[in-house]
T-cell receptor
Framework: GDSVTQMEGPVTLSEEAFLTINCTYTATGYPSLFWYVQYPGEGLQLLLKATKADDKGSNKGFEATYRKETTSFHLEKGSVQVSDSAVYFCALSETSGSRLTFGEGTQLTVNP | NAGVTQTPKFQVLKTGQSMTLQCAQDMNHEYMSWYRQDPGMGLRLIHYSVGAGITDQGEVPNGYNVSRSTTEDFPLRLLSAAPSQTSVYFC?????????????FGSGTRLTVV
């Protein structure tokens, strides 16, 4: 079945550091790929998504590119802020769009 | 539009009790799904539905029951609560969107089974 693997966390960075959170997936067909963010005590917010190979999703300074050849969707940000501290989830939606498969989540802490 | 509404937001149950977590959406989305979130395990799919009268099991269906009598509602029933069902539960609906699908999540129900 479909699966998503995220880099092991947690990740702790200083403000203005470069962020990469790795995400790889296994799926049949042509899934859509997502990054969700969850701030402390809150629900899930869509951060960005990509629906086909080589698409780049971007939002709030975060970017991720759908790489079919490496089955990856790594999340990057050039300069993180304290307010980016949250849990980040990589997810995929199979072709029918009826459900999501999530990675384990990566806790990011940004220190001033 | 209210989006996806989950009730209650918090619940404490005793082992062996039953309860229903409610999920309702007002966007006429055909697809709905339930997930549970546990530390270090991400969100895992419990059950999902592709339309009224049609449901299917996800990754962790044991101990849960669902039905979909209308497009709007997709309740999740715990038949006999166990401490292992202590978790945060999220309901979602999905819709076609620009080459793929978009998902709308409810705000979650935090369930504690003692």
């Amino acid at each position: 079945g479909d699966s998503v693997t995220q880099m092991e966390g947690p990740v702790t960075l200083s403000e203005e550091a470069f962020l990469t959170i790795n995400c790889t997936y296994t799926a049949t067909g042509y899934p859509s790929l997502f990054w969700y963010v969850q701030y402390p005590g809150e629900g899930l917010q869509l951060l960005l998504k990509a629906t086909k190979a080589d698409d780049k999703g971007s939002n709030k300074g975060f970017e991720a590119t759908y790489r079919k050849e490496t089955t990856s969707f790594h999340l990057e940000k050039g300069s993180v802020q304290v307010s980016d501290s949250a849990v980040y989830f990589c997810a995929l939606s199979e072709t029918s769009g009826s459900r999501l498969t999530f990675g384990e989540g990566t806790q990011l802490t940004v220190n001033p | 539009n209210a989006g996806v509404t989950q009730t209650p937001k918090f619940q404490v149950l005793k082992t062996g009790q039953s309860m229903t977590l409610q999920c309702a959406q007002d966007m006429n989305h055909e697809y709905m799904s339930w997930y549970r979130q546990d530390p270090g395990m991400g969100l895992r799919l419990i059950h999902y539905s592709v339309g009224a009268g049609i449901t299917d099991q996800g990754e962790v269906p044991n101990g849960y029951n669902v039905s979909r009598s209308t497009t709007e509602d997709f309740p999740l029933r715990l038949l006999s609560a166990a401490p292992s069902q202590t978790s945060v539960y999220f309901c979602a609906s999905s819709y076609p969107s620009k080459g793929g699908y978009g998902y709308t999540f409810g705000s979650g129900t935090r369930l504690t089974v003692v």
